[in-house]
């Protein structure tokens, strides 16, 4: 999981990148997981929040300029992402730190 401080930062990764299918990014109190299908695909990732572990939102990135990434992003941590779908992650599915795997080889 890489730490990204700043919103502008994290809309250019989200948007000007290829990751591999383990990617995670965190900022500021959020968890953008790559949920796509494979790296072949348009990119998606998963919004989850960091405390909570409930998804709020899923994006597909690679659908977006860097600019509407920026909105998304903005408004997540403003508060505006939708409600919490009840959907929720557990804990271990999301790795913090990992080695090189699988889909990093």
């Known amino acids: 999981m890489t730490k990204v401080e700043k919103a502008q930062e994290l809309a ?3 948007t000007e990148y ?3 299918l383990c990617t995670g990014f965190e900022h500021r109190g959020y968890l ?5 299908i494979s ?8 919004v989850v929040a960091a405390d909570t572990l409930s998804q709020v939102e899923s994006i597909t990135f ?3 300029t860097a600019a509407e990434a920026f909105k998304y992003i903005t408004d997540i941590v403003k ?3 939708g409600e919490p ?3 929720s992650v ?4 999301i790795e913090r730190e990992h080695e090189t795997c699988v889909h990093c080889a």
């Open 12 to 14: 250019k990764k989200l």
């Open 18 to 20: 290829s990751w591999t």
């Open 32 to 36: 953008f997981l790559n949920d796509s």
């Open 39 to 46: 790296e072949d695909g348009a990119a998606e990732f998963g």
């Open 62 to 64: 690679g659908w977006c």
């Open 79 to 81: 508060g505006r992402a």
């Open 85 to 87: 779908w009840g959907a």
């Open 90 to 93: 557990r804990a271990e599915q």
